[in-house]
């Protein structure tokens, strides 16, 4: 059963320096990785779709990379601000007949003004 | 942009209550989901269906059922609620099995 584990689960951060998110997973097998940004009490937004051929994905000032050899993945925040507060969760697709995403339990960051 | 529905922000019901929690999406994705978030658990799938009148259960299937009679509509069902089952509630639908999820504003249900 794959295991989807983010550490640390929590962060504080001074306004503008860059954030670092870790996601590990036990098996390496994967289709496709997520990551996802929720606000306290909010459903979950989606910010990056890696696909298992893929090393990264960039939007704006976020940077997802994959490592499934090692089973790792890693969200770069650049130049943080205080919106940016919130818990990130990674997901990850284990095969391509499997219809389910395993979740991480998130890392709440928050940025400091 | 893809907009997934729930029903209800706050929901409080009572012990033994038959509880409807509705999802629906305006984008006609194939595949939808039900999962339950909890402190320190994270979020745990309850059930997900891949097409309308198909389901297939998660991780955590016990107490709860669900319905898909139209594309767009997929309903959990809490056939006699119980205290275990407050938690906060989250839907989500994909167009299919390539591309990203996309989430509801969620439920919380607290039931007394």
């Known amino acids: 059963k794959q295991e989807v584990t983010q550490i640390p689960a929590a962060l504080s951060v001074p306004e503008g320096e860059n954030l670092v998110l870790n996601c590990s997973f036990t098996?390496?097998?994967?289709?496709?990785l997520q990551w996802f940004r929720q606000d306290p009490g909010k459903g979950l937004t989606s910010l990056l779709l890696i696909q298992s051929s893929q090393r990264e994905q960039t939007s704006g000032r976020l940077n997802a990379s994959l490592d499934k050899s090692s089973g790792r993945s890693t969200l770069y925040i650049a130049a943080s601000q205080p919106g940016d507060s919130a818990t990130y969760l990674c997901a990850v697709r284990p095969g391509s007949n499997d219809y389910k995403l395993s979740f991480g339990a998130g890392t709440t960051v928050t940025v400091r003004a | 942009d893809v907009k997934v529905t729930q029903s209800s922000r706050y929901l409080v019901k009572r012990t033994g209550e038959k509880v409807f929690l509705e999802c629906v999406q305006d984008?006609?994705?194939?595949?939808m989901f039900w999962y339950r978030q909890d402190p320190g658990l994270g979020l745990r799938l309850i059930y997900f269906s891949y097409d309308v009148k198909m389901k297939e259960k998660g991780d955590i299937p016990e107490g709860y059922s669900v319905s898909r009679e139209k594309k767009e509509r997929f309903s959990l069902i809490l056939e006699s609620a119980s205290t275990n089952q407050t938690s906060m509630y989250l839907c989500?639908?994909?167009?299919?099995?390539?591309?990203?999820?996309?989430f509801g504003q969620g439920t919380r249900l607290t039931v007394v």
């Open positions: 984008m006609d994705h194939e595949n």
């Open positions: 098996d390496s097998a994967i289709y496709n």
């Open positions: 989500a639908s994909r167009p299919d099995t390539t591309r990203s999820a996309f």
